[in-house]
């Protein structure tokens, strides 16, 4: 049954005689064709029916010298069935049942839409002088007029008489489509909107009257659930799940149901349908129509001045009034469809049983299924079937995307940037069950590639990217090859992704299932290692190297999602322990650089290819620094290849003095990257010495109390900057110089400086551990508020604080504020950041500047801040039956040699002082190196024509001791204390 009114026209259409067609009250007429109306358009020219596959469409303006006002059937193929029919502002567009569109002008000729051959399209839309079609694999193409930017083809684009794909939405699994006059919009699967185009009086929602060139998602929207959309002249509304309905844009003519004729540039509930559970809304030029299924009722607002609201009246009305179709409808009868035009409206009744649903599932983008991937296993399709189902959803971002969304509780209407929507449990069985099938697997990998060279860098919503998060699932069922070269380029394609599209994806990571997250861990991981391999069998490949490189790109931006989000997953499940066999490597190919066997020109050129190839290598990936450990990164840092050295020449009695005023000279260009090498000048003589004595002297006058350049914390174990300097800026500057060059000439130095240094250096933001490290009793008493369990308003205490003789008002803004239960950690955030922070700022930033001064800042930043003061400082973990099972010997000792045997009686009945004292005297640092006490290789020699009034000797640059042959314990231990205890005994370089 077909209901309409509005404004005049030839009774009943044609399709059925004037006399057969009922009236009802306030000019509804109402009827029942022999043959069904089975779809039904108006727009500004026309009006067509469908029935029985066929179109007849009647012209509702007398224009030109043949217009009769009589309904026409088009003239179309035999094997052209339409299924759907949308009317334009001038002509109509056509959907036939295989997906074919035609489009049909003024004069009622039907002819194929050029740019839509071999698509199956399922839905189609128009504008005023636009239309959108949306294919089966959920591609959107436009074509019309783009004078406002409604193609969403962006700005500079003219228009086009042919289908245009608009790329920006490849991924986007989208629901629904809708065309108003000159403004687009788009529903996604999840109820994400997008709408572009003309938007003067705010039909697309965004707040403004701009006009949008490209698809843009209105986020006012979002998590609103919705399900349909609909858009007229230059107001658009929407539907929620739960029958709650939305309107902005123009509200000239009361359109939007507000009770006002105002325009709203922001989505609104039209409070007065508020609880009605709206089952169906559709948009006129300037009126709407709703409907609520439960109660078979219709409601109308807007423009009526051509009768179009069905209330009798040629008013203008702004809030929702019932149609009265008491007469016309019967229990028989369901409303299937609502049709609002321009000066007309119309609705589509069916029969409830054996009707044959407008709005039935097979007007979906295709996706894939659990029920999709059993009928594939099982075989009951045949393989010709399977074959073109696989092709067309692992072919289409946008059915991937759209695959697996968590029905329950409605919970993928939550997607945003912040949650997915995908059912990752329903995701994992189906995968697991497709790995299974090789034959399957093989086929899914065919399309696959072709999937990834679709992908858009640049999506336009946050749903394309959940593809990002199936694809690595389903890689990891493959056989090696395959899951290689796919990973690939799905880390390619990730790095191609615009920044705020991989900040979301980094997002989604962060929130990942833990086995998810370490699966995504472990397939990078794995594909990089087996690169690696392969890189050492394969020399010169410069491919493997690229692919490598993007892989172990990915390790380290997850690496960082994982550190920054504290998820359960260690260090160690990105370390890549083959990358040390490229060190390895290249350290054989530099050793044999400076062999003279190799010294033929060919020979010699060959080696310096490999040495090009692996230390780029090298460089490139020591910039992604999750893979090393820290034995790699050590080995890296060791064996650089040295520029040339910086040289400085001090004297004994003036250490600092020399040193600050040859620093204040040099350039970065002299100090980074150069070994240092370092003369005492005594007498017009200049003496080579050991640049570990030389770190040694210099940090200890540097960090004495005396030098007022640190303070101290109350057991005096650990310095900080001071809030009020006693001395000038510069030596902040120069003392940061002098630590950049200890780290670049890997010097263990004594820096007392807690952990929060180290963190600042890069970048990492010092907590309140860091303050409790430095000073106990403050710090615990900062948590112990944190951890305060009795509910009280205020806590006695202000934001006003005392550090270093200073009195701090922490909120200036707000002097004297209190402390209370709700504030307080606002208030230890604030003292941590004061004293770590803010009242260091100045002299800190010259220390940094100094720092990275005079060494490599990317170098400094493939270390974690712990093992950046592990690498300056070393550490205390002094385990000295290590040390005697590392020590060799040479010359005439060796292991049972008395003399040896009497130096290990000796040295294990020293006190521990005195243990680490013989440490600083054998290598010229105080605590054990970061590697441990196994990174230290003791030697042991003779000391030759030494008598036994001679004190042991040490090469501390080589761990070199000689030890001369005393003829008791007694003596050896007498001079091995009188040595360790003056310092005695340094080589000279």
């Known amino acids: 049954m077909l209901c309409y009114w509005g404004a005049q026209v030839r009774e009943g259409f044609g399709l059925l005689q004037p006399d057969k067609v009922k009236h009802g009250k306030c000019g509804i007429r109402s009827m029942c064709p022999k043959s069904a109306v089975q779809d039904m358009s108006a727009g500004r020219s026309f009006v067509g029916f469908i029935r029985d596959g066929k179109v007849s469409v009647l012209s509702l303006r007398g224009e030109g010298r043949n217009y009769d006002g009589k309904l026409k059937q088009l003239q179309l193929k035999k094997n052209d069935r339409i299924r759907s029919i949308v009317c334009g502002g001038a002509g109509a567009v ?18 194929p839409l050029k740019g839509l051959e071999n698509r199956q399209v399922i839905q189609i839309t128009c504008g005023d002088q636009h239309s959108m079609a949306l294919t089966k694999d959920g591609q959107l193409f436009v074509w019309g007029e783009n004078s406002h930017g409604q193609l969403g083809l962006k700005k500079e684009h ?43 009086a705010g039909q697309l929602g965004l707040g403004d009257t701009t006009d949008r060139h490209v698809p843009t998602v209105v986020n006012s929207l979002n998590r609103k659930k919705t399900v349909s959309i609909s858009c007229g002249g230059e107001h658009t509304a929407t539907l929620s799940k739960g029958g709650t309905v939305f309107t902005f844009g123009s509200g000239g003519f009361g359109q939007l149901g507000h009770n006002s004729f105002k325009d709203e540039h922001h989505p609104r509930v039209v409070a007065e349908l508020w609880g009605s559970k709206v089952s169906q809304v559709t948009c006129g030029r300037r009126h709407t129509l709703v409907s609520v299924a439960s109660s078979k009722l219709i409601y109308s607002f807007g423009c009526g001045m051509q009768g179009q609201l069905g209330n009798g009246e040629m008013i203008k009305q702004s809030v929702p009034f019932p149609v009265d179709l008491s007469n016309e409808c019967d229990h028989e009868y369901m409303i299937e469809k609502l049709i609002a035009g321009e000066n007309h409206s119309f609705a589509l009744f069916f029969k409830e049983l054996g009707n044959d649903s407008i709005l039935n599932p097979s007007r979906g983008i295709l996706t894939l299924d659990d029920r999709m991937i059993d009928r594939w296993v099982s075989g009951s399709d045949s393989w010709k079937v399977i074959k073109k189902d696989i092709n067309k959803v692992f072919s289409s971002a946008a059915s991937l995307s759209g695959s697996f969304l968590k029905t329950s509780c409605d919970e993928h209407y939550q997607t945003s940037e912040e949650h997915c929507g995908l059912d990752f449990d329903l995701v994992k069985t189906s995968f697991a069950k497709l790995s299974e099938n090789e034959r399957l697997i093989s086929e899914v990998v065919k399309v696959h590639q072709t999937l990834l060279l679709s992908l858009n860098p640049n999506p336009a919503g946050a749903e394309s990217l959940r593809l990002y998060l199936l694809l690595p699932e389903l890689i990891r069922g493959l056989q090696q090859r395959q899951k290689t070269e796919l990973t690939g380029a799905l880390a390619s394609k990730i790095l191609d992704l615009s920044p705020d599209a991989l900040k979301v994806l980094e997002t989604y990571w962060s929130k990942l299932p833990d086995d998810w997250l370490k699966n995504l861990v472990d397939l990078f991981q794995k594909v990089s290692a087996m ?9 010169l490949n410069r491919d493997i190297a690229k692919h490598l490189q993007k892989c172990v ?17 260690t260090k160690s499940d990105f370390i890549i322990h083959e990358v040390n066999g490229l060190l390895d490597v290249l350290q054989t190919i530099n050793e044999d650089m400076n062999n003279r066997q190799f010294n033929l020109p060919g020979q010699i050129k060959a080696l310096k290819k490999q040495q090009s190839y692996y230390d780029t290598i090298l460089k490139n990936l020591i910039s992604l620094p999750c893979i090393f450990n820290l034995e790699a990164k050590c080995s890296y840092m060791k064996n650089r290849v040295w520029q040339c050295c910086f040289p400085l020449i001090l004297r004994r009695t003036a250490l600092l003095e020399d040193c600050f005023c040859q620093l204040r000279m040099a350039t970065q260009q002299h100090l980074g990257g150069n070994l240092l090498s370092v003369f005492y000048t005594e007498d017009m003589r200049r003496t080579a010495v050991n640049k570990k004595d030389f770190f040694l002297n210099v940090f200890k006058e540097l960090c004495a109390p005396e030098s007022q350049l640190l303070m101290y914390n109350d057991n005096n174990t650990l310095s900080w900057f001071p809030t009020k300097p006693s001395v000038e800026k510069e030596k902040y500057f120069l003392f940061g110089t002098l630590c950049g060059l200890a780290f670049n000439n890997n010097s263990v130095v004594n820096l007392p400086f807690p952990l929060a240094l180290f963190k600042k250096l890069l970048n990492v933001k010092p907590s309140l551990e860091d303050l409790i490290e430095f000073s106990p009793v403050l710090g615990k008493s900062l948590r112990y508020i944190l951890d305060y369990s009795d509910d009280v308003e205020e806590m006695n205490m202000n934001f006003t604080i005392a550090w270093n003789g200073t009195e701090v008002e922490l909120d200036p803004a707000e002097p004297g504020k209190v402390v209370t239960n709700y504030n307080r950690t606002e208030f230890v955030d604030k003292y941590v950041d004061y004293i770590l922070n803010k009242s260091v700022e100045e002299v800190f930033e010259e220390f940094k500047r100094g720092f990275f001064n005079s060494c490599d800042r990317c170098l400094v930043e493939i270390f974690e801040p712990e093992e950046l003061r592990g690498v300056l400082v070393g550490n205390e973990e002094y385990d000295w039956d290590i040390l005697k099972q590392n020590t060799t010997y040479e010359g005439l000792f060796y292991a049972e040699h008395p003399t040896i045997i009497s130096f290990w009686e000796v040295f294990d009945k020293l006190t521990p002082n005195e243990k680490k004292a013989f440490l600083l005297f054998l290598t010229g640092f105080e605590k054990v190196p970061i590697l441990g006490m196994s990174a230290v290789k003791m030697r042991v020699r003779p000391l030759f024509n030494s008598t036994q009034d001679h004190l042991p000797e040490a090469l501390t640059c080589h761990a070199l001791l000689g030890l001369p042959f005393y003829q008791s314990k007694k003596t050896l231990r007498a001079k091995v204390i009188e040595a360790i205890n003056h310092k005695r005994g340094f080589w000279e370089e």
């Open 553 to 569: 790109g990915i390790l380290q931006i997850v690496y960082q999602v994982c550190r920054s989000a504290h998820r359960d997953i």
């Open 158 to 200: 003219p228009g086009s008489p042919s289908a245009q794909q608009v790329k920006s939405l490849c991924g986007i699994p989208l629901a629904q489509i809708s065309a108003g006059g000159d403004h687009s919009f788009v529903l996604s699967l999840s109820g994400v909107v997008f709408g572009w185009g003309k938007n003067s």
């Open 531 to 539: 690169l690696i391999g392969r890189i050492a069998v394969e020399n």
């Open 94 to 111: 056509l959907l036939a049942n295989g997906g074919r569109v035609l489009i049909m002008d003024k004069s009622t000729v039907c002819r």
